[in-house]
């Protein structure tokens, strides 16, 4: 038995490609979603209305959509504050890091690279952990954000969609096991180590 076997969507989250300032340069990014009420189609590139600013490293049928366990947003909230910058008072509204799916039951380290999120009429395959970048850092304030990440494994995971269909926030999910053999807080480890060679 899995030890957390099922878990729910709290919330769905969609962007739009918009300016963004990352080291005194103009870029542009979709890393801000806003929640989407009602249900949303699902297809094999993603959430319909859901922008990517760069496919090199978002989008695709492998990094489709981006999901975060909730449970996070509270420790990010914290480290944001540790900074000293008193404009971070405000809680963490589900998208801010980027992600399309709030999810609440599953983390990086229990959910493994193949696993499955069936959904009934959507099913969702764990592709790879996020990697953050400098827009990541931009975003969340402070220049240590995307170490933060690596370091805590605090990242989601990004989806392949297996199965198309439609999406509601409450909806449930139950973890199909894959091989099991890497999980997705071993594979962010993996990749960071690699980087750091």
């Known amino acids: 038995m899995l030890p957390h076997a099922s878990g729910q ?23 801000g ?18 922008e990517q600013a760069d496919l ?10 981006y999901a975060l366990p909730s449970e996070h947003l509270p420790w990010w909230q914290t480290q944001r504050q540790a900074q000293g910058a008193t404009m971070f ?16 039951g599953v983390r990086e380290q229990d959910l493994f690279v193949g696993d499955r999120l069936d959904f009934g009429d959507v099913v ?23 170490k933060d990440m690596v370091q805590s494994g605090r990242c989601g995971f990004y989806l392949a969609v297996d199965q198309p269909g439609r999406l509601q926030a409450g909806a449930s999910f139950q973890i199909i096991p894959g ?11 993996h990749k960071a180590w690699k980087h750091l060679r």
């Open 179 to 189: 091989q099991r053999s890497v999980s997705v807080a071993q594979a962010l480890q």
């Open 124 to 146: 969702l395959r764990v592709t790879q952990p996020r990697e953050p970048c400098g827009k990541f850092n931009a975003v969340m304030g402070y220049a240590q954000a995307a």
């Open 89 to 104: 008072e405000e809680a963490l509204a589900p998208g801010y890091l980027g992600e399309n799916l709030s999810l609440q």
């Open 33 to 50: 979603k806003t929640t989407v009420s009602g249900p949303i189609e699902v297809g094999v590139l993603g959430l319909a209305g859901d």
């Open 9 to 31: 969507l709290l919330a769905i989250q969609t962007g739009q490609v918009r300016p963004l300032m990352v080291g005194g340069r103009r870029l542009v990014s979709a890393i």
């Open 56 to 65: 090199s490293v978002h989008g695709g049928l492998r990094k489709a959509v």
